[in-house]
Structures are given as structure tokens and as C-alpha cells.
């Protein structure tokens, strides 16, 4: 498992250049949504598109990143 957290690094730099990251904030607590104590992120091109079905808004939030042609956060 740990190596998918790098296949961003390898990704197109053409294709690297729109992607976003897209993670969950508990409105309650504030604190991100972790499963295994790894904060869920996931990336997309569109930054809104995946948080709309990932989990119910009253009680999450979104935040979302750019990247870079690497894949770390901006």
C-alpha cells in the first residue's frame, strides 16, 4: 500500500498541471477524515466533483488543494 501514495510522482507533468486534492473535514470536530490515521484524499482533475458523493455535507466539509507536477500540495 505504501507505494500508492507516491504515483503521483510519476504521473504526466501535462496531465499533473490540473489536478487537485480533495480531502474531508469534520464540521464537528474540524479535524480531517482518517482511515488507518491516513488523512482520505483523493485526486481529481475537477476539485469539486468528488466531494459532492463522498459523504453527506451536514456533517463534512471539503477542503481541497492544488498540486503540482509532482504531486504535493501547493
Given at each position: ?17 490540473l489536478r487537485h486534492a ?25 476539485p469539486l466533483a468528488p ?7 451536514a456533517l463534512w466539509g ?13
Open positions: 500500500m505504501p507505494a500508492l501514495n507516491h504515483l503521483s510522482a510519476s504521473a504526466d507533468p501535462a496531465f499533473a498541471l480533495a480531502g474531508l473535514i469534520d464540521r464537528r470536530t474540524g479535524k480531517p477524515r482518517r482511515i488507518s490515521a491516513i488523512p482520505l484524499r483523493l485526486i481529481a482533475c475537477a466531494t459532492r458523493d463522498m459523504m453527506p455535507a471539503a477542503a481541497i488543494h492544488r498540486l503540482d507536477h509532482k504531486g504535493a500540495l501547493l
